[in-house]
């Protein structure tokens, strides 16, 4: 039985303090707007409307928790980046982000999403610094896999694994399709460890 199956949704927060106690190790998932995120994770728990999908970027604006039969819980985060929102609403999330990516004890890693097209951007790369120092794992999917040919999958796969080689960070990188449901299995090995084995 995959891992993520039977996941409901519990609760959108728009405080920290709206969340309710956890229950067990939490997954949260970062990634710029329009990256892929909720599709990826309607993709890995095999439910196309649980996380809503917004053609319009920036339509996640709370931390929404998913939890699943086991205690533990997947957390879609606010996506990133977007500029047609409001100041005082992106101030807002990116108080939320930052108070429960620094401060939730529960959270057991980060799975960042981005676009495989453009992965990397100068946000992506704050997140990572910034949350790295948390010595939680980070694990990439580079999402819209299937819009490259094999060549330049593996192109973008090779260098974005050695530039965090080079650093010397704990990240691991994979591809992913939430269309052609390419890089399941390889995705729920690694954030299913962290379950069994939390940081």
């Not at 990256?35 to 649980?50: M, P």
């Amino acid at each position: 039985m995959p891992l993520f199956r039977h996941a409901v949704f519990e609760i959108s927060a728009a405080k920290p303090q709206d969340l309710p106690q956890a229950t067990g190790p939490e997954i949260a998932f970062a990634g710029r707007s329009n990256a892929g995120k909720s599709s990826a994770i309607n993709t890995l728990v095999g439910h196309t409307r649980l996380a809503f999908v917004s053609k319009t970027p920036g339509r996640t604006q709370l931390i929404n928790l998913f939890r699943l039969k086991n205690g533990a819980a997947l957390v879609d985060l606010p996506g990133y980046g977007y500029a047609d929102v409001p100041l005082p609403i992106r101030k807002q999330w990116q108080g939320l982000l930052e108070h429960y990516l620094t401060r939730r004890q529960a959270l057991a890693g980060l799975v960042m999403i981005m676009d495989a097209r453009r992965p990397l951007t100068e946000l992506d790369r704050q997140m990572i610094n910034w949350f790295g120092p948390t010595g939680k794992p980070i694990h990439c999917l580079l999402t819209k896999a299937d819009k490259l040919t094999r060549q330049e999958q593996t192109k973008i796969l090779n260098e974005v694994r050695a530039e965090f080689t080079d650093t010397g960070s704990q990240v691991t990188v994979q591809l992913f399709s939430s269309l052609k449901k390419t890089g399941m299995d390889e995705a729920e090995k690694v954030i299913g460890a962290w379950l069994d084995d939390p940081p």
